[in-house]
């Protein structure tokens, strides 16, 4: 592999056409260059230059090394420019998150694009498990889990709490347990965790969410709550997935008596130093949250 280094004196020198004044261009001694240029020929096995007394011409392997050498190093200085530079308001983000919340957030983060055009927000839904590794493997910049990571690699920083709700047909305005058991389970990757711990706390007749006769299930965020829509039972959600579903008129929110919710962690990977910009998405979700 050529030195980008010694290939840039090179090409430096061939611009130029004097070793005195191309040492003065890149702050070296003459002698500096000419070992630099020496170090290269014997790099390559193969002269570059013709040396006549204070002059030089360049050989035929030194002419195609300065036409072709010279895009080397304009990429080579290109891409440190590219990996220096920091800007908070341009990039790429890559979140992911689980589906309730993401239904609320990605809306908000197209909004940021809107704002800093520069910006690419790469936003998916997943469950826990997939985003910690994801976060990990450094497939994702950020993740928000609601349970804190057991990986040494994945850092979690508590930012917010989701309530779980109960969720049936409009018509239904008062729960009580047997009507539960009259009416079915809706469910859903997440709906017999969410639905043992909601109604463990509200229902001391509650023991395992298999008392309940399931009458559908969905794995599509915002398709969970249809069958509920149409009566065939009752759902368990985070509260952002229950107000984004779009018939809100045709369902009913419950707030049980008992409060459960939800911690919110923002995760990333322990060891990648924090980019401009990926804290600047940080600290806007983080008030995103607090605010909804």
């Known amino acids: ?17 004097h070793f005195t004044r191309t040492a003065e261009i890149l702050f070296m001694t003459q002698s500096g260059v000419s070992q630099q240029i020496k170090k290269l020929e014997q790099q390559l096995s193969t002269p570059l230059l013709i040396r006549e007394g204070k002059s030089f011409i360049l050989t035929d392997a030194g002419l195609q090394l300065y036409q072709e050498g010279q895009s080397l190093v304009t990429a080579n200085e290109r891409l ?25 957030l990605y809306p908000f983060l197209l909004d940021l694009q809107q704002q800093h055009p520069q910006l690419i927000m790469t936003h998916a839904f997943a469950p826990n498990k997939s985003i910690e590794r994801d976060v990990r493997l450094r497939h994702v910049d950020l993740g928000i889990m ?27 305005q008062k729960i009580d347990w047997d009507l539960l058991l009259q009416l079915g389970f809706i469910s859903h990757p997440d709906g017999n965790h969410h639905c043992n711990t909601l109604l463990s ?11 309940f006769t399931e009458k559908g299930f969905s794995n599509q965020i915002s398709l969970i709550l249809e069958p509920v829509s149409r009566g065939f039972g009752f759902s368990v959600l ?25 911690t919110l962690y923002l995760c990333r990977h322990t060891q990648v130093s924090q980019s401009q910009r990926i804290k600047f998405i940080s600290e806007r979700i983080k008030r995103f949250l607090a605010i909804n």
């Not at 592999?1 to 061939?14: D, E, R, V, Y």
């Not at 706390?201 to 008392?211: A, G, I, K, M, T």
Request: charged fraction near 15%; charge should be negative.
């Open 238 to 262: 985070p509260m952002y997935a229950a107000k984004a579903f779009a018939a809100q008129h045709k369902i009913c929110i419950h707030i049980l008596s008992v409060a459960v919710n939800e």
């Open 80 to 104: 440190g420019q590219q990996l220096r530079q920091d800007d908070a308001f341009e990039g790429r983000i890559r979140l992911s998150t689980p589906g309730s919340i993401g239904l609320n």
């Open 146 to 172: 609601t349970q804190p990571s057991s990986c040494d690699d994945v850092l979690c920083e508590a930012i917010g709490q989701e309530a779980l709700v109960l969720v049936t047909h409009s018509s239904i």
């Open 201 to 211: 706390r509200n229902f001391p007749q509650f023991e395992h969410v298999s008392q």
């Open 1 to 17: 592999m050529i030195n980008i280094i010694w290939l840039k004196t090179f090409c430096t020198l061939a611009d130029i056409g």
